[in-house]
């Protein structure tokens, strides 16, 4: 089953519109997608994601709701020109779900999983890039245990660098884990290789790099009154998004609507276990330029 991340939290302080203009720029599977156009009637939301597969998927959960989503395939950077190509300047709201998808993570063959065996993959958009097997392979011991402690904050980056390093070549993902849980001992309830294959998926898609994108580029496509909700899974994304939600407020262009992250509630937590690193937080543009939509602002109101 398919569960979308803090979804009332969401659409809340989305504030849907009937009439709306809104973009899912991580639609995964159309959780979110469909919560936001169940709401709509003359509006429609975009559904926006770097991977064409998760895209399709997204596109056949939401059939009965078709007529109200646009589907687009691109990534953050690219969010401008996605709704360019639909004849707006501005949307009323902006979702941005930072999980890895339901999806991703249990087929093997898109290699993000260490509970099953399946190629170093990790690529959102397999026809771009390099792929995880590459960085293992090939990149150098100490690049590999600054890439895993700065993206994955795994301690014990060094010894894992070392022996991926010395078991090299690395064939497969269950290769890897086994290599990972070799190297780190299992604290809590993290497996020893969550971190790792973390940072790798982060790397392998540049993330870091996506999120300022996003970051940057979202409050520049919301309407005055327009809304953006960010929900991210690790700490490092979180940080990012609070300084930059932060500075907007100082500068007089955003209103915080959250002063503090919002996390799942026990109840939530209970039912989706992934959901329990969640944190979301948003923030209401108090500024904006010419029409509420641009162009075509008459359309929808």
Do not use: W
């Not at 691109?74 to 020109?81: D, K, V």
């Not at 996506?210 to 970051?215: N, T």
């Amino acid at each position: 089953m398919h569960f979308p991340v803090m979804a009332a939290e969401s659409i809340e302080l989305l504030a849907v519109r009937p009439d709306g203009i809104f973009l899912d720029s991580t639609t995964g599977l159309g959780g979110h997608t469909a919560l936001i156009a169940a709401r709509l009637e003359s509006g429609f939301v975009i559904a926006n994601d770097r991977d064409a597969q998760s895209l399709e998927m997204a596109r056949q959960n939401t059939l009965a709701l078709a007529e109200r989503i646009r589907y687009h395939h691109g990534t953050f950077g690219e969010l401008q020109q996605t709704v360019r190509r639909e004849g707006f300047e501005k949307v009323d709201g902006l979702l941005a779900d930072l999980g890895v998808s339901r999806y991703q993570l249990t087929a093997p063959e898109r290699g993000f999983s260490f509970l099953s065996d399946g190629p170093l993959d990790m690529r959102m958009d397999p026809t771009q890039g390099m792929t995880a097997a590459d960085l293992v392979n090939h990149n150098a011991e100490k690049a590999l245990a600054d890439l895993i402690f700065q993206l994955g904050e795994e301690r014990g980056a060094r010894k894992v660098a070392r022996a991926i390093v010395r078991a090299r070549p690395i064939r497969s993902t269950l290769h890897l884990a086994d290599v990972v849980e070799r190297a780190v001992r299992r604290t809590g309830r993290l497996h020893p290789a969550t971190r790792t294959f973390m940072a790798l998926r982060m790397a392998v898609n540049d993330e870091p790099g996506e999120l300022d994108r996003l970051l940057e580029t979202g409050p520049e496509i919301l309407a005055e009154g327009g809304r953006m909700v960010v929900i991210s899974f690790m700490s490092i994304d979180d940080r990012k998004v609070k300084v930059r939600f932060r500075e907007l407020a100082r500068q007089g262009r955003a209103r915080l609507l959250t002063k503090h992250p919002l996390v799942p509630g026990d109840r939530e937590t209970a039912e989706n276990a992934a959901s329990r690193s969640a944190k979301l937080r948003a923030i209401e543009i108090v500024e904006g330029e010419g029409n509420r939509h641009g162009d075509h602002a008459g359309i929808f109101r």
